[in-house]
């Protein structure tokens, strides 16, 4: 089974564990985190890893929610022909008072032929049975979400890459700006990009498959109006709205394209390389090229600008669609021309 490349992700203080894409087989198995897709997929790579080892194993599932007592002795007893079990104990952050009770007593003598994969969304429920496997030395892969545009890239440049296909950098952003909002429809595109495609996927190739998507989003309005392009900037804004997209994304799209300008603009001179920014390689020289055609006061009045529009749309003004407007025609100004 091919298991996708992990989303590398480098923070000062890493979560204990290893990554969702680094399955392994021990007894007892803890995949915690919040991103339901990397869960899935830390949860196939060890049935993958089971049944590479063993093809005839079985896989049981249980629910934490709906969990009656002495489920897990049943699901874990050896089956009538000997094969070998991975039981699946999924969402224990809802799990019953029992399953809390039948994990912590299980953790302590499990079966070293059966696998026990105990998924947990998040929270501090059932900590004390976290702490119990924890303690136990089980291997714990870590399913944080993918929130940094950085983040979303690499994930991408590994969805690729594990189908061996090549995507280039302005291929990579278009999908991360039309789809980034939710990792699970980032990879069913990536999927399909790979499927219905040959060759080097190029932001050319995004386009034909997602164009009118991409252009339903505030980041292709942010990007005209960064550009200078007020005509274009407002056609696509209108476009973006005559299409249900709300004023708030698009304020948030244009806060994020000019705080990475300054972001970028604050390296100057400052020591700061660009990983310390949590930013994409290509987003960094992105920055610097259009910083070329920017003025330090230029850029504090369209952030100005942006911050005035944030609050329009959330309440202020009586015309949120105005507010947005003129926010996006001060940003296309206030760019040296």
């Known amino acids: 089974m091919s298991v996708p490349p992990a989303t590398r992700r ?15 087989l021990a007894p007892v198995l803890l995949v915690r985190g919040a991103e339901p897709l990397l869960t899935e997929r830390a949860v196939d790579g060890v049935v993958g890893l ?11 599932e249980l629910e934490g929610a709906t969990y009656g007592a002495g489920q897990l002795l049943v699901a874990t007893s050896p089956s009538l022909f000997g094969e070998a ?48 496997v924890t303690r136990s030395g089980a291997p714990v892969m870590v399913c944080e979400p993918v929130t940094k545009d950085a983040e979303k890239a690499s994930f991408v440049v590994g969805e690729f890459r594990a189908a061996r296909r090549r ?32 060759g080097t996927i190029t932001a050319a190739t995004v386009d034909k498959y997602y164009g009118g998507r991409v252009e339903a989003t505030g980041f292709r309005v942010a990007d005209a109006a960064v550009a200078g392009d007020a005509g274009g ?11 249900g997209l709300d004023p708030v994304p698009i304020v948030a799209a244009l806060a994020l394209r000019l705080r990475n300008l300054a972001k970028v603009a604050s390296m100057r001179g400052g020591g ?28 504090a009045a369209a952030i100005s600008a942006v911050a005035q529009a944030d609050a329009d749309v959330k309440g202020e003004a009586r015309d949120p669609v105005f507010a947005v407007e003129r926010a996006v025609l001060t940003i296309a100004r206030s760019r040296r021309s």
């Open 10 to 24: 480098r923070t000062a203080s890493p979560p204990a564990g290893r990554s969702w894409d680094e399955p392994t």
């Open 50 to 60: 089971a049944r590479a080892r063993d093809p005839e194993v079985e896989k049981v």
């Open 85 to 132: 079990k991975v039981v699946v104990v999924r969402s224990t952050e809802s799990g019953t008072e029992d399953l809390m009770a039948d994990l912590i007593a299980y953790v302590a003598a499990p079966d070293e032929e059966t696998t026990v994969v105990v998924v947990h969304g998040g929270g501090q429920r059932g900590k004390k049975m976290l702490d119990t």
């Open 167 to 198: 995507a280039d950098a302005e291929a990579v952003r278009a999908l991360v700006d039309a789809l980034g909002s939710d990792l699970r429809e980032l990879a069913s595109a990536c999927s399909q990009l790979v499927a219905d495609t040959t």
């Open 233 to 243: 900037a407002v056609a696509l804004l209108r476009h973006a709205l005559d299409t």
């Open 272 to 299: 700061l390389a660009a990983r310390d920014l949590g930013m994409a390689p290509w987003q960094v020289d992105r920055a610097r090229k259009d910083l070329r055609s920017w003025t330090p006061e230029g850029l």
